[in-house]
T-cell receptor, first 112, second 113 residues
């Protein structure tokens, strides 16, 4: 069955530190890949997505992610985090049957 | 405003009662989804629908039912067979086309007492 694994459940960083959140998926066919963010008390918002072309994609608020097909990975990165990045981050995969499966999420806490 | 509306925001029901959660979208999207969000579990797919009058089970469909009689509406019924119905429920929709993402509603928090 299709699955998405997020390796870090809870990450604590200081402001200006670099961030990398891991995401691996199990589906072998063509996929669309997404990172969503859920700020406290707010609804899920799209950070960035990959569906074809350049495997390095840039999203909002300085986030980027790299699709590595051979590793079935789509890791999220940000060079320098801010206190306002405190949120929960979800990786998601859509397969050709239109199912969109999410990982369990990573809670990111930025210390001011 | 275009978007996805879930109502109500909070819902309380007694154990053994069925309850229906509403999801309406005016984005003209074909696909719609229902997820359940529990702490530490992420979002788990309950049902999804790619087109009117058709829907498929997700990973945790047991104890839930859906209908898709209109493009803009995808109500979810939590039946008395659902063993642990208290949760946060999220509805999403997605347009057609390669690489389109899902847009989410604000969610409904269901508490069964």
């Amino acid at each position: 069955a299709q699955s998405v694994s997020q390796h870090n459940h809870h990450v604590i960083l200081s402001e200006a530190a670099s961030l990398e959140l891991g995401c691996n998926y199990s589906y072998g066919g063509t996929v669309n890949l997404f990172w969503y963010v859920q700020y406290p008390g707010q609804h899920l918002q799209l950070l960035l997505k990959y569906f074809s072309g350049d495997p390095l994609v840039k999203g909002i608020k300085g986030f980027e992610a790299e699709f590595i097909k051979s590793k079935f990975s789509f890791n999220l990165r940000k060079p320098s985090v801010q206190w306002s990045d405190t949120a929960e981050y979800f990786c998601a995969v859509r397969n050709r049957d239109d199912k969109i499966i999410f990982g369990k999420g990573t809670r990111l806490h930025i210390l001011p | 405003d275009g978007g996805i509306t879930q109502s109500p925001k909070y819902l309380f029901r007694k154990e053994g009662q069925n309850v229906t959660l509403s999801c309406e979208q005016n984005l003209n999207h074909d696909a719609m989804y229902w997820y359940r969000q529990d702490p530490g579990q992420g979002l788990r797919l309950i049902y999804y629908s790619q087109i009117v009058n058709d829907f498929q089970k997700g990973d945790i469909a047991e104890g839930y039912s859906v209908s898709r009689e209109k493009k803009e509406s995808f109500p979810l019924t939590v039946t008395s067979a659902q063993k642990n119905p208290t949760a946060f429920y999220l509805c999403a929709s997605r347009g057609t086309g390669a690489g389109t993402e899902a847009f989410f509603g604000q969610g409904t928090r269901l508490t069964v007492v």
